[in-house]
């Protein structure tokens, strides 16, 4: 599968903010850069493109890739489709016309997908009827099919085989107008890139907030109008009641307004949907609604990720309200009985056939579940040798329990480091070992410089014989020079550092050796000459002594 999320490795903090947030529990790797930074990546096979990552990440390390710039360019050389969907007008309230007038003036033809949502209502109450499908969950939200498709495909024996409004909007045009130009969609959503792939009949996601942003990068105004209606001059049918569809539960208003006695519950929003879903998967085929609307966006495709939009939910709910007013002063306007919709369902039975607006679906390749004797070794890389250590659950990692967690890791898209437990264990027991390590080198340091207090002395005794090793031999003067010269070095280095590291010990055990060299070299000069008294000899065997118990204490580095 083509990516869709992308992440910039470069601005990710490895917070794992985004592995909260996600409903899909394979679709993040952790991984571990070069220069030591830890940073998530999105695996795109396991991925659902719900956008709540590229929403939630406030390092904006997150973003997706929509096909707004392969439209630009196409636009060059084809006659495009347009399909809008009816979520255009609650992103873009003043704008949206104008949105729709300059790809007019492009030359391209221009749909509405609320007339492929009242299609799809259509097809689900005509499915119902005939009995040619049980209890269903509603698919015109792509992040969810994908989610059933990768994570729970026993459901896809539930979800609904009808073609989402988009794509019964593509149906329609490519079947019944028997036209080819290329499609294009302003869509809300990020997902639908999927979907579009999938089933080959749509070219084009062009996401809102990328088309506006590809307007303002190449300075294209789009004049801003007040909003006075929600007509517009379409190159086709305007659609009805299916403008509501992007609300939450905006497929239950459209099947209840045609059949009150249906059995519909809802759920929306990332947090809430796919938990749900997977209690749907577990509980009984008694215990299902006859219709399971769910969307992934909290407040419907309106606030989906490729909106951009900066609208709050009571103006997208109004602008809704406005929508179907304006769609039930039609229904109410002419027609059978006097209901317009009733008309447009007819032309429906008459001109379309069910099995036209169909999907299929593909599982995707589930992922091994591991057992607890394979989670144990996992679970000791983690440091979580205890119970309790097990169930700590703290979420930092962004999974909702450790269990998850170490089943991550044992599927390697996730590392022990990136437990907070187990990093704390880590600092904790390096901390201790420094600890140590830090006492053990005060301890030297006190020892060498007791040491260097007692070579001072024996310094002293030998400076008062220098003159008389001086007087007797140039060979013996010049090397007791250069060992008081030593000595001085050992006993101002040991005195300037008073707290040693091991660079610190290092650099003293090589100027200590070098005076050993110098001792015994004095040592055989003075013995060789018979020049020394024996007092010159005492304060040397001495002074030797000092060293070397110097370099013991050393030793214990």
């Not at 050992?490 to 050796?513: G, R, Y």
Request: net charge negative.
């Amino acid at each position: 599968m083509n990516e869709v999320i992308i992440v910039k490795p470069d601005k990710c903090q490895g917070c794992n903010a985004c592995i909260r947030a996600c409903p899909a529990p394979e679709a993040n790797v952790v991984k571990v850069l070069e220069d030591g930074r830890m940073v998530v990546n999105v695996n795109p096979d396991k991925c659902i493109a719900c956008g709540e990552c590229v929403r939630t990440c406030v390092h904006d390390a997150r973003d997706y890739i929509d096909d707004t710039e392969a439209c630009m360019q196409r636009l060059e050389t084809d006659k495009i489709i347009i399909l809008a969907t009816p979520s255009i007008k609650s992103a873009l309230p003043r704008q949206w016309k104008g949105v729709l007038d300059w790809f007019k003036k492009k030359g391209c033809l221009v749909y509405d997908v609320s007339f492929g949502a009242d299609i799809c209502t259509w097809a689900h109450l005509r499915a119902i009827e005939s009995k040619q499908v049980g209890n269903v969950i509603s698919q015109p939200c792509a992040a969810i099919v994908r989610y059933i498709e990768t994570y729970q495909p026993k459901l896809l024996q539930n979800i609904s085989p009808i073609h989402s409004p988009i794509l019964c909007s593509a149906t329609y045009i490519r079947k019944y107008q028997r036209r080819t130009n290329p499609i294009a969609v302003l869509s809300p959503c990020i997902a639908k890139k999927m979907e579009f792939t999938d089933t080959g009949l749509v070219d084009y996601n062009v996401t809102i907030k990328k088309l506006m942003e590809y307007f303002d990068k190449n300075e294209i105004r789009i004049p801003a109008a007040p909003v006075t209606d929600f007509d517009y001059d379409f190159d086709d049918t305007q659609g009805q009641l299916g403008g509501i569809y992007p609300r939450p539960g905006g497929l239950k208003d459209c099947l209840l307004a045609h059949d009150p006695d249906l059995n519909i519950v809802t759920a929306e929003g990332v947090q809430s949907v796919y938990g749900q879903l997977d209690t749907y998967a577990a509980i009984g085929d008694n215990k299902h609604p006859q219709v399971f609307d769910v969307l992934s966006c909290e407040f419907g495709c309106n606030s989906g990720p490729g909106t951009g939009t900066k609208q709050n939910n009571f103006d997208m709910l109004a602008v809704m309200k406005q929508v179907r007013d304006n769609a039930e002063s039609k229904r109410k306007g002419g027609g059978l009985f006097g209901r317009g919709e009733d008309r447009l369902f007819k032309q429906f039975d008459d001109e379309l056939q069910l099995q036209d607006f169909i999907r299929h679906y593909k599982p995707g390749v589930m992922s091994v579940i591991p057992n607890d004797n394979q989670l144990e070794e996992v679970y000791i890389r983690m440091g979580k040798d205890t119970p309790e250590k097990r169930k700590h659950d703290c979420h930092a990692c962004g999974y909702k329990s450790c269990r998850d967690m170490a089943i991550a890791i044992y599927r390697g898209i996730n590392i022990p480091e990136n437990c907070i437990v187990h990093e704390h264990d880590v600092l904790q027991t390096s901390s201790t070992e420094l600890s140590v390590d830090n006492t053990r080198l005060a301890e030297i340091t006190s020892d060498c410089i007791d040491i260097s207090e007692k070579l001072k002395s024996n310094v002293s005794e030998i400076n008062e014989n220098m003159e008389v090793i001086k007087g007797s031999n140039s060979k013996t003067s010049t090397r007791a020079t250069e060992v008081n010269d030593l000595l001085q070095s050992v006993i101002e280095f040991c005195n300037a550092n008073s707290t040693m590291d091991e660079e610190s010990v290092t650099q003293l055990v090589e100027i200590l050796a070098t005076t050993q060299k110098a001792f015994k070299s004095l040592d055989k000069n003075v013995t060789r000459t018979n020049e020394s008294s024996e007092a010159i000899n005492e304060s040397i065997v001495r002074i030797g002594g000092l060293v070397d118990e110097i370099k013991t204490v050393l030793a214990r580095t």
